[in-house]
């Protein structure tokens, strides 16, 4: 189970903690912090980014697929559901969206090209954003 705790130490900046790494949140200047980390979207890009790397990396490393070079690139944005191909048609408001680009180099054909781009969209961050997640909140507030 991962467990991660995060405290705020000044205006936005969050200091966050899994117990064995330390790192930091905060919010750009122009929304009032200042910038002395990734915002939250931003981390949570990151993960899914990571997940995807690391995933398709191990996929191609047990399959012994020689790949070149490997990127991803995502980026979140609220979109008006009316406007989206993918929402169901009586769908109204915002909708989160988002999108990938995913660069796989190397010498395999294209089944193998086919066979990775699945892999990609099979991360366990991936897997998890996709089918929504249950939270269990307790909030203390003295």
């Not at 936005?12 to 200047?29: K, L, M, S, Y």
Request: hydrophobic share 35%; glycine share 6%; charged share 25%.
């Amino acid at each position: 189970m991962a467990s991660i705790t995060a405290e705020l130490k000044e205006k936005f900046q969050v200091e966050i903690t899994n117990g064995t790494h330390t790192w930091r949140a905060d919010e750009p200047a122009s929304l009032g912090g200042d910038d002395t980390g990734p915002n939250p979207y931003d981390l949570l890009l990151g993960s899914l980014a990571a997940c995807t790397t690391i995933t398709v990396s191990m996929y191609a490393q047990r399959k012994n697929i020689p790949m070149t070079s490997l990127s991803v690139e995502y980026s979140f944005d609220k979109v008006h559901a009316d406007d989206c191909e993918q929402c169901e048609d009586d769908a109204t408001g915002m909708i989160d969206r988002i999108t990938s680009r995913i660069f796989i180099d190397g010498d395999f054909d294209e089944a193998t090209r086919n066979r990775l781009i699945q892999i990609a969209q099979r991360c366990p961050v991936h897997k998890t954003l996709e089918a929504g997640i249950h939270f269990e909140e307790t909030v203390y507030a003295g």
